[in-house]
Each structure stands twice: as C-alpha cells, then as structure tokens.
C-alpha cells in the first residue's frame, strides 16, 4: 500500500498485470505508464462525457513523464460499442502513425475499455494497452479480465477477444462525477461478488452499501479492492471462462434478456439488468426448491434498502412474454449444443453452473414474473 493507494496483481504469467486502486491515479498515470511503454507513444481513447472531466488532468500526467500523445473521443454511450464507431476509431488510431510498441489508453466506462481492448488486440496484430476506468462497473468489473469486445445487431458482446490489459488505474476520484443511477448500477457488480463466492462480503454490502454509494472513501476502496480482488483470483484460474469463470455472469443471461427487450438503450442500463437478473435467478432457484425462499427475501431487501431496481414494472418492462425472453436468453453466448445454461444460487455466497436448465419451468416462471 502506497498511501492511500492499494496494489493487485492478476496472476496471469507473462500476461500478468497491475491493478492500483484509490484516489489522484490520474494525476500520476504517466508515471506509472512510463516503465511499460516500448515506445513512448500512447494513444488516448475516452468520450466526450469522461473527457470533458480528466482528459486535461491525464495529459498533463503523460506530459509531465515525457510521453508523446494522441487522443480519439467517441461519443458516450452504448451505441459506439458498433462496427461502424469501431472502424472509425481504429482508422483514426492508425492515422497517427503508430508503431507495435504503441500503447493504447482507455479512460472511460466499460462501453470505452471494451471498444479500447478491442482495438488493442486487432490493430498490428496487437498493440498493448491501459485502463483507467472511470465508472463503478468498470472499476469493479469490466477493466479487469481481459474481455474486450463490440456489438451487433445479432446480440451484444458477439465479436471480441480475450485480451489482458497492461494495467488498471482505478482512480476513486472520478467516482464523484458519476451519475448516481450509473453509481448504482455498478454497485450491483460488487453485490454480484457476495452473493456468487462470498457470504461474508455480501454481510459486509448489507452493513456499508449505503456508506459506499455515498462515497465515503473507505467503503468505496475496500469494495473495489475486494471486488478486483475476486474477480483477479477467478480470471487467474479461468482465463477463458471454460469453468469457475462463468460464475461472473450471474444475473447477466437473464439480465441481457431485459437488456435486449429494452433495445440496450438508456431505459435499463447493463447493471440495472444485472440487479433484476440476479432477483429473477434467486426466485427461479427459489421456484426449483433450489434455494429458500428467505434467502431470495434477504437480497431483494438490500435492494431496495440501497435502490437498486426490483421489479420489472419499475424500469418499463410491463408484460414482455415469457417466449420471447427465452429467445433472448437462448442468444446469449452461454448457449453451448442449444441447451440453456444459467448460473443459480445455492444460497447467498455460494452460485454454480447449471448445465442444461429445464426450459418448461423457466417459461412458467418467466410468464409469472412479467
Ligand atoms: N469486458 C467486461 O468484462 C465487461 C464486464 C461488464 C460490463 N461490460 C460492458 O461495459 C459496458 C457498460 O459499462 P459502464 O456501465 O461503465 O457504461 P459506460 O461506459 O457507457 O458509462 C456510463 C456513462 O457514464 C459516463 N461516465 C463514465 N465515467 C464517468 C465519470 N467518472 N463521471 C461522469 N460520467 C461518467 C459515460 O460517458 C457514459 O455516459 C457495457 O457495454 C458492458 O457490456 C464489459
């Protein structure tokens, strides 16, 4: 620990990588950038929202090490994760004139790191990269792991690449320019950590939830810090999500179900789909005599306590038919042989991989849950 700053590796061999966590990374990116740079070259890869906000603090950062820089800013949103903002973007980083030893730096939520990563894996064959990620959810989640990717019309994430950062700079600062509905929905990753692996820390989420989406700086790092600190150790052992590592999408094929019926727009954002996804997955499980029905009681109240969504009315989605979100889920990529797999609860702290859900069930339960 360096201050108030924490420090985390992700054991993936030569592949293997930092993550800082805690306030004023910004101000000392290049700093910490510099040692990895084979060229002292970086492209800079933000929108207009996020830039508005720390790209002149991240400048003067790669200025004051003497590291040359570009910047390309796309719009906010989920939109740009399309084919039509990614070729834009990585024709623009190739117009700079970069070099295999280029790195690219993503300063963003998780819509910038996954187009970012992306590009970083394709262009030249692959290019390194950073990010510095400036949403709860991609503190928590999507800046570590290595999954980088864009949409289509076919369903969201289909093209992509596992492709490991070269660090993560978890500035806690940019937390406080955060929209609180999008705080919020990041929050419900961390709560995602809890309830998949870890009794104890969903306790913890119970007591400080409320501290921390305040922001009060202890809860906020020591959340973060456990949450990268999970998700580290299960990507270090699952880099390719053929066992454990499926465990992380919890709540996410129901949840990208919602997300597909609302047409990925604003009305539902990824984490709010995630928050309902995993209530509809403690209630399926409830519906399977999986789990007890208390337990399922005891997340949808620290939901509500906290604010996150708990209903489906409540974000729009009145009566979407049952058929169609299976559809949806049958879409997902965690199809494998047309069998619907699903990640269910055993109870709070302990989920696991069911292979071949029972599709009659889950129709009944999904027609009675819309
Ligand atoms: N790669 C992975 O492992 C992984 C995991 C989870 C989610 N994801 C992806 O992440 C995306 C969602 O990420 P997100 O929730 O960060 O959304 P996002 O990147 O769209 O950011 C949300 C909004 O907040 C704004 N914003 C970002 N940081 C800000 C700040 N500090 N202050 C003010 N405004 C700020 C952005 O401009 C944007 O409008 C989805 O595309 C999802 O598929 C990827």
Known sequence: MIGEVERLRVELGERAYEILVGPRLIERAGREILPLLRRRQVVTVSDETVARHYLAELHRSLDQAGIVHHTVLLPPGEETKDLDHFGRLAEEILGFGIERGTMLVALGGGVVGDVTGFAAATLLRGIDFAQIPTTLLAQVDSSVGGKTGINTRIG?????????PRLVLADTDTLTSLPRRELLAGYA?????????????????????????ALEPDPVRHAVMTSCRMKAAIVADDEREEGDRALLNFGHTFGHALETETGFTNRLLHGEAVALGMLLAFDFAVRLGLVAAPEAERVRRHFENTGLPTRL???????????????????????????????????VGDAFVMKDAPLDALREFLAEAA
């Open 313 to 347: 009315e409540a974000v729009g989605l009145t009566d979407p038919p049952a058929d169609r979100l299976i559809t949806h889920m049958s879409k997902d990529k965690k199809v494998r042989d047309g069998r619907l797999t699903l990640i269910l609860p055993r109870c």
């Open 189 to 213: 990753e961390i709560v995602k950590y809890g309830l998949i692996r870890d009794a104890e820390f969903f306790a913890w989420c119970e007591r400080q939830g409320n501290a921390l989406c």
């Open 156 to 164: 969201k994430n289909l093209i992509g690449a596992f492709y490991q």
